[in-house]
């Protein structure tokens, strides 16, 4: 399997972020990028190749303008009033506030469209950002030209990201960029597969209203973890995307048992949806040892959640997303994409 992977998420580096009543360290770190592709050439998964590059229109086709326009000039906008560091947000749009106001200064705007406090914008995030959406294009372009399946290291991550809002560590929807760029070259129908121990409430977001990209994940329930308040069950889809949204919360502790039933669920509605190719939202903050996690997923499983994902039969994108626990996190996802392989030749 190719792997699609740039130097460039290195020009993203989070000072840190809030969490828990203290600033600390950031979690989503460069050395998760290097210590996956030191594995990937340590078991030779495959050629690892550098992303093309692509128009802003294969971003703008999933995300608004204005955020667009906001995550490319707010560090500049920050800057330009003498403060120091990265820009956060101070207060956000919850509470009744107008989200339709899209404009302002550059802390109206960091209220409007980031939801946390855990997901700075530097002077180079833009640039990172853009390369990592960069990779899973092209992981998508390789899989209509006849790659059966291709691993995107995207850093930094995307799942968060919607249409108009930015967080969880993720500015510009990977996934989702790569779903559309398939749908764009003729592919009718695409799921997303999300396997990260947190919601993708950013490609739920972009993808609600419409029938011709499922969305399926496996994550833990938003009454107890991130990103909170989305991801319940009872979001189904609506208007035309009525069917093609499902949400899998599991509870505080799960383990292998309870989460492998989750997926064999996730993959029978796949199925049912009978599309032509598949993205995966490749997560491993399942993991029992994950600095940020309530699974309790061990590194043998993740040969199996390739496994699993094989059956489907079917081109296949990984677009990586979480995994914090940094020392086995190069095994863990190379794994599951080890796992695919041997479960994808057996099935030819
Ligand atoms: C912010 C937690 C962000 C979760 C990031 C993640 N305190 N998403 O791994 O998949
Ligand atoms: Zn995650």
């Avoid at 997926?263 to 032509?276: C, H, I, K, S």
Wanted: hydrophobic residues 40%; negative net charge; contains cysteine.
């Amino acid at each position: 399997m190719r792997t699609i992977y740039s130097d460039r998420h290195r020009l993203h580096v989070s000072p840190g972020e809030f969490g828990f009543g203290a600033v600390v360290p950031a979690f989503e770190k460069p050395e998760r990028a290097d210590i996956i592709l030191a594995r990937i050439r340590e078991v030779s998964l495959g050629d690892v190749l550098s992303p093309d590059e692509f128009p802003l229109e294969c971003v703008s086709a999933v995300h608004a303008p204005f955020l667009i326009d906001f995550l490319q000039g707010a560090h500049a906008e920050w800057s330009a009033l003498n403060r120091s560091g990265a820009a956060y947000p101070i207060t956000w749009a919850g509470g009744g506030l107008r989200r339709d106001r899209t404009g302002g200064s550059v802390d109206t705007k960091l209220a409007r469209y980031c939801i946390d406090a855990a997901t700075p914008i530097t002077a180079t995030t833009w640039q990172a950002a853009l390369g990592s959406a960069n990779c899973a294009l092209t992981a998508a372009a390789r899989i209509v030209k006849g790659d059966p399946a291709v691993f995107a290291l995207c850093r930094p991550p995307g799942h968060h990201a919607g249409i108009d809002h930015y967080g969880g560590y993720c500015f510009l929807n990977n996934a989702a960029i790569a779903a559309q760029y398939l749908r764009d070259r003729g592919i009718q129908k695409v799921a997303i597969v999300d396997v990260d121990y947190h919601h993708g409430n950013g490609t739920q977001h972009i993808f609600y209203k419409r029938g011709d990209v499922f969305f399926v994940s496996i994550h833990a329930d938003p009454d107890f973890d991130y990103p909170f308040l989305l991801g319940y069950g009872d979001e189904k889809g609506a208007g035309p995307g009525e069917g093609a949204n499902l949400n899998l919360p599991l509870p505080d502790g799960a383990g292998w048992d309870r989460w492998a039933e989750a997926l064999q669920e996730a993959l029978a509605a796949v199925r049912r949806f009978a599309p032509e190719a598949v993205i995966v939202s490749l997560g491993v903050d399942t993991y029992r040892n994950d600095p940020i996690c309530r699974f309790k997923l061990d590194t043998e499983h993740y040969p199996r959640i390739g496994e699993q994902l094989a059956t489907l039969g079917l081109p296949t994108v990984f677009v990586m997303e979480g995994g914090y626990a940094v020392a086995e996190l190069g095994v863990n996802v190379v794994n599951v994409l080890q796992g695919f392989e041997a479960a994808a030749r057996t099935r030819q």
